[in-house]
């Protein structure tokens, strides 16, 4: 069942007297608990894509279609609270609140939306055990490294378990083992949370951790794979660096 989806995608701007068209007709689905890689290169879209799924902007024409509503038609006070009830977000700029401490900032979309924080007490301590941060949990953002401060962003977008939860570059500021764990804790996300899961990545070695990876070359979708449960990480990995190489000819 697909919990995402969109039609025909378009997305241009105006830079001065000139038009950049960043998306061109993009059409993509994503069912309950599928976790999809984004990638291509600089300016291929992606990160245009990621935000126009979030509901953080709205596109040119075309439909975007989120927990069983046209998110490309509502109001901005409408596409908030759907946004806010059904999707989680981590990006590369972790957005923390300075004065809150990691648990604190983990809690806020809870606290926004005026729910009873004690019905969430396992979850937190659940995924601060997963990530490494049980010892943390009363630090501030200035008090953390930028690897667990990203950590502190992922579990943020976790707490609400969110029908879609969309990653910018989730492994970017972390080394390659705490980037392997958090790829394995989004995996394990998909498949325990029955969470749709989308992530935009230049790293072809965390791509290989989804079950399907779509890429972007100027603006449209030009190739996509698709993995099994069977599949290893090393002919995942080929399979993916072997796209891009013939996509880049």
Known sequence: MAVLYTQDLHKQYVLGQ???KALKGVSLSVSQGEFVGIMGPSGSGKSTLLHLLGGLDQPTSGDIHLADRNISTLSDHQATLVRRRNVGFVFQFFNLLPTLSAEENILLPLIIDGKNLKNYQEALNDILKKLGMENRRHHKPDQ???GEQQRVALARALITQPAVLLADEPTGNLDSRSGTDMMLLLQ????QFNQAIIMVTHDPKAAAYTDRVVFLKDGL??????FSADDKQPDRL???MATQERLER
Do not use: C, F, K, T
């Open 18 to 20: 000139h038009i950049v």
């Open 144 to 146: 953390l490294s930028g």
């Open 188 to 191: 394990r996300s998909a498949r």
């Open 221 to 226: 979708i030009a190739d996509e794979i698709s």
């Open 238 to 240: 080929h399979g993916i």
